[in-house]
Structures are given as C-alpha cells and as structure tokens.
C-alpha cells in the first residue's frame, strides 16, 4: 500500500464554510496531484505541484486553493463551500521521471 | 477537455472470458499508464507503457499502444469475479512536463 493519507474521509459541512482536505505523503514525492471525481465518472485534474512553492491549476476550473510549503503536505482549501462542490477529491503523489500515481483513498465532500 | 477516452464505458462479462477496453487520447505522450479503481476508492496503478514501446505484460494483463491511432488497449485474460472496477488510462502528454490526466473509464463487472 503506498503511503498517502487524506483527511477526513468523510465530511458534510453548510453552504460558505471554510474547509481544508488534507493530504499528506511519506514517500518523499515531488510532484503532487488533486483530482475530483464525482460518482462513477472521470477524474478532472484541478491543482498540481512539482515541488515545494510550486502550484499550477489543472484542467478543471476550480474555486479551491492550494498550496506546498513542505514535500509532504499538499492541502485544499475552499474559502466559502457550496453545494456544486459536492464531490469526491482524490490526492495523488508520484516519484522522480515517468513514475506512476499514488493515490490517498479520497475525501467525499458533500455541501448541504 | 479530457486526454483519454476509454471505450466501452462499461461492459458486462462472465467469469473466465477475457475483457478488453480501449483508451484513445488526443495529443502525442511520454508515457500511458492503466489505473483501477475499486467503488469509492482511490486508484490502483497497474502498468505503464511508455510511447517507445508497443506491448507490455503484468500477469493477467496486456496492454498495447499505438502511438499512430492514439489509442491503447487493456487485455484481461481469464478475468475473476474480483477483477470488477472500473478501469481508467491516462497519458502524460509531451510538454506538459507530467501533468496527468485521466479518460473517462471502463465498467468492467465480472459475472461469477
């Protein structure tokens, strides 16, 4: 199993709340990933990272932030939750050259 | 838009036969890689073919590529019951200095 944590694994939360999923990898990987999947559908790259203060926006627009001040860490943050964020968010993390993607188990967020 | 699409979106098969599904993608690639996901899962890796190479083996799997067509094809043989996911590819297109992004997958269900 590859070592890459998200929290929470669940989380419910009212329209304008803050919220910060986190991710976290032990591998020592460069480059860093977040995508959102809704049920059954495809995955939309959003942020990315090739390195600590490196950020780039993915394919899909997204309202969420994120940022890379250390290796390990990559977290998301929405300013103000609404219901059309209500999603699956998968973090993912891979090593040097054409390495493969390490994926967290996800974080299901729905907005109420 | 997406870079991979993968067809069929899914497919339905008794345990024993084998299951192929397509990827075609729309730019030139460094490398291809198949992903599975189990429901509500992150994605497990299962192989990478890079864009120099036509056919690659892993066990049960074979997966070929075709840089000329942009298209690719996943090969289970002997599927089981287990083998049921959905399946994805996704390419790492030249210049874009390994920005993942992911096709819209494969339903493969494995009748027992």
């Known amino acids: 199993e590859a070592d890459i944590y998200q929290t929470p694994r669940y989380l419910v939360i009212g329209t304008g709340k803050k919220i910060t999923l986190e991710c976290s990898q032990t591998m020592g990987h460069d480059k860093m990933y977040w995508y959102q999947q809704d049920p059954g559908m495809e995955l939309h790259l959003i942020h990315y990272s090739y390195g600590v203060n490196s950020t780039e926006k993915g394919d899909l627009s997204s309202e969420s932030t994120v940022s890379r001040i250390r290796t390990e860490h990559f977290p998301l943050t929405l300013e103000s939750a609404r219901p059309s964020h209500t999603s699956q968010y998968l973090c993912a993390s891979s090593g040097e050259g054409n390495s493969p993607l390490h994926f967290g188990n996800g974080t299901r967020l729905t907005v109420t | 838009s997406q870079q991979g699409e993968e067809d069929p979106q899914a497919l339905s098969i008794q345990e024993g036969e084998n299951a192929t599904m397509n990827c075609s993608y729309k730019t030139s690639i460094n490398n291809l890689q198949w992903y599975r996901q189990n429901s509500g899962r992150g994605l497990v890796h299962l192989i990478l073919i890079r864009s120099n190479e036509r056919e690659k083996h892993s066990g049960r799997l074979r997966v070929t590529l075709d840089t000329s067509k942009k298209s690719s094809s996943l090969l289970i043989t002997a599927s089981r019951a287990a083998d049921t996911a959905s399946y994805f590819c996704?390419?790492?297109?030249?210049?874009?200095?390994?920005?993942?992004?992911f096709g819209i997958g494969t339903k493969l269900q494995v009748i027992p």
């Open positions: 996704a390419t790492d297109a030249i210049g874009s200095y390994q920005k993942v992004t």
